[in-house]
C-alpha cells in the first residue's frame, strides 16, 4: 500500500477519534463551541476520507478506516479508562488487527476500464 494512503488514513483516524472525543465532551458540558469544533473536525475527517476513496477505492478507504477506529478505541479503552477485555474480546481485536493488515497488504495495480 501507499504510504501516503496509509498516512492519510492515520490523519483521518485521529481527526475522528478527536471529533468522537469532543462530541462526547459536549454531552458533559452542553458548550454550543464544543459542539461546532467537533462538527469541524467531523467535516475535515470526511474530507480526508474522500481524498482516501479517490486514491485507494471506496471500498478499501471505509473498511480500512471503520476497523482501524475500532482497534483504536479498544486501545485507548484498556489503556486510558482501565477496561478489560475477555478472551474472545480479545481474540476480536486480534482479528481486526489480521483484517487491517489483509486489506492493507499491497497488491497488483488495478487496471483501469
Avoid: H, K
Amino acid at each position: 500500500m501507499n504510504p501516503t494512503f496509509l498516512l492519510w488514513l492515520a490523519g483521518a483516524m485521529t481527526v475522528f477519534l478527536g471529533a468522537a472525543t469532543a462530541t462526547r465532551s459536549y454531552l458533559d458540558s452542553s458548550r454550543w463551541t464544543i459542539l461546532v469544533f467537533a462538527l469541524v473536525l467531523y467535516c475535515i475527517g470526511n474530507l480526508m476520507m474522500v481524498r482516501l476513496m479517490r486514491e485507494g477505492g471506496m471500498g478499501l478507504a471505509i473498511s480500512a478506516s471503520s476497523v482501524g477506529q475500532l482497534v483504536l478505541i479498544n486501545v485507548i479503552a484498556v489503556a486510558m479508562f482501565g477496561e478489560r477485555l475477555s478472551n474472545i474480546q480479545m481474540a476480536g481485536v486480534g482479528l481486526g488487527v489480521v483484517a487491517m493488515v489483509l486489506m492493507l497488504y499491497p497488491t497488483a495495480e488495478r487496471i483501469a476500464p
